[in-house]
């Protein structure tokens, strides 16, 4: 159930990205609260469906006790929200998407696990797959980068190329590290628990950035946000499946859902019409081994 728990949340996610992409792809420097509010909006909804029809045992105590790893996520993907209008004049994916790679070894570390070596060629799979495709879209987005270095000062570069990726990697990476301690190693929640806990604290930042928008004045409707509600309701779909993963197993899930960029690059190849090179899909190929072979360790 884990492997299966495991592969639908990269593919849930990386439909997610898609849709993200798609979503922010409009002017306006308040798109990222928008993606945020429509997130906050389906998971709110579905973490009051989850109250009512698991009877979950949950209270305050509870949310506050996740509330942890409910920040670095939430803080994870606001960043991850801003830079999407800058992504490729940015070191992200590099920085980003070795993050699952990185707590896998920080488990392996720190609890002294120990794996056959598949396990470890599969992450050095995974992770050389990523760093190809990385230097490869640096290199595609050199003339939009220096556009960009010529149009803003080195305050603002420094911050939107580099320190937002890297904010997003550790804040992420340390969600991930302590999901995998709160669900796994330790057992410190339930499942559906934690998902409610998250649920409810990523409802309680859009209900806030909704009111700020409209203290500020600005236009926002459900209606005409399709996209970032299409992305709010696979990120929602691949949260449910996520906790199943992460209470499994979570050393072989983390680099496995943390590969879920390559599937949304093969979907913008696809239905955005965007570019792949053979090198590109060298990569890609790459990292779906890595994440095959995983898969099929944790079966």
Not at 105 to 114: A, G, P, R, V, Y
Not at 216 to 236: G, M, Q, R, Y
């Amino acid at each position: 159930m884990q492997a299966i728990a495991t592969l639908l949340t990269f593919i849930f996610w990386g439909i997610a990205d898609l849709f993200y992409k798609i979503g922010n792809r409009g002017e306006g420097n308040r798109n990222h609260l928008k993606t945020g509010i429509m997130v906050g909006l389906v998971m709110g909804i579905h973490g009051t469906y989850l109250l009512l029809t698991t009877h979950t045992n949950i209270n305050i105590i509870d949310i506050i006790k996740y509330l942890p790893v409910s920040f670095c996520y939430i803080a994870s993907m606001i960043i991850g929200y801003r830079g999407l209008k800058y992504l490729e004049l940015s070191i992200s994916s590099p920085i980003q998407n070795t993050s699952g790679v990185i707590v896998a070894l920080l488990f392996i570390i720190f609890f002294k696990e120990h794996y056959d070596y598949p396990f470890y060629i599969a992450l050095v799979s995974i992770f050389i797959g990523i760093i190809v495709l990385s230097i490869i879209g640096l290199e595609k987005n050199k003339k939009e980068r220096k556009e960009f270095n010529k149009k803003n000062t080195f305050q603002k570069i420094l911050t939107l190329t580099i320190l937002f990726p890297l904010g997003y990697c550790l804040l992420d990476g340390l969600g991930t590290f302590l999901d995998g301690i709160y669900l796994d190693k330790l057992e410190l929640i339930g499942e559906t628990a934690s998902l409610i806990a998250y649920e409810y604290t990523f409802a309680l930042y859009g209900l806030v950035t909704f009111i700020y928008l409209k203290v500020k004045k600005e236009d926002f409707s459900i209606v005409k946000e399709k996209p970032k509600l299409a992305a709010a309701l696979f990120e929602t779909a691949g949260e449910i499946f996520y906790v199943t993963a992460m209470s499994g197993n979570s050393t072989v899930a983390a680099p496995i859902i943390g590969s879920y960029c390559v599937l949304s690059m093969l979907l913008s190849r696809i239905f955005l019409k965007e570019k792949l090179s053979k090198k590109e899909y060298i990569g890609i190929f790459l990292v779906l081994i890595g994440v095959i072979i995983l898969a099929l360790l944790d079966v």
